[in-house]
């Protein structure tokens, strides 16, 4: 799943908790609750708990759709361009993640930041695979060179993201006074991109050797070939 599942979810959550603080807000809820406070009810302190925990609950949600939609445009790339463009994006992208983690009153705990950062990585080796890809599913057919300048751009997109990562954490934990650190789980966030990344290298390694022993097998006046 990428990243926009995350958004979606808290803007559905959003439309759920409002819509049952409408129903509290009702003539007949009021009126039940009146009751219950005229007869010194042990449920009324039990509802007053629940409402507290409803009302803090709905201001989570509408402050998370509020930070992440700050980060919706730099996220567009991810879905509708290749990984050239997300490339170029990436410095933009880690800024805008920062500056909502770093002001953000709910979203910014390891958990829900591991998680985005994830989401992040899961789009875009989605969006190098299908790059990869776009000329059919057996990339052994396509263009030698062509597959080739794919595969070292989906490597360079990993490590452009992943050196813009530690650029952002190494200057958080410079600062003083401290603000909120990158302290993520880096094993969640990077390793099935970083694998994938991994087996690029390989296949770019051997479409390298094949495309030299290609050019070599041209020249035919070589003795011997």
Not at 38 to 50: G, P
Request: proline share 4%.
């Amino acid at each position: 799943m990428g990243p926009d599942t995350e958004l979606e979810y808290w803007r559905q959550r959003t439309g759920l908790l409002n819509s049952i603080i409408d129903q509290t807000k009702t003539d007949k809820c009021r009126l039940v609750l009146g009751v219950c406070m005229a007869a010194r009810s042990h449920a009324h302190k039990a509802w007053k708990q629940i409402d507290l925990r409803l009302t803090d609950a709905s201001n989570e949600a509408k402050d998370n759709v509020k930070y992440l939609t700050t980060i919706e445009k730099s996220l567009e790339p991810l879905y509708a361009s290749g990984p050239k463009e997300v490339l170029e994006g990436v410095p933009s992208l880690l800024s805008n993640v920062k500056m909502m983690y770093t002001i953000a009153r709910y979203y910014h705990t390891n958990e829900r930041m591991t998680r985005l950062f994830s989401k992040i990585s899961n789009q875009m080796l989605v969006c190098c695979k299908t790059h990869l890809l776009e000329a059919g599913p057996e990339p052994w057919t396509h263009d030698k060179a062509e597959l080739l300048a794919k595969l070292r751009l989906t490597i360079a997109l990993y490590n452009k993201y992943y050196s813009e990562y530690q650029a952002t954490k190494e200057k958080l934990a410079s600062q003083i006074p401290k603000p909120r650190q990158f302290d993520f789980n880096e094993d969640k966030i990077f390793s099935r991109f970083g694998l994938f990344k991994r087996r690029c290298e390989k296949v770019a390694d051997m479409f390298s050797t094949i495309i030299q022993f290609e050019e070599l097998a041209e020249h035919k006046e070589i003795v011997g070939m």
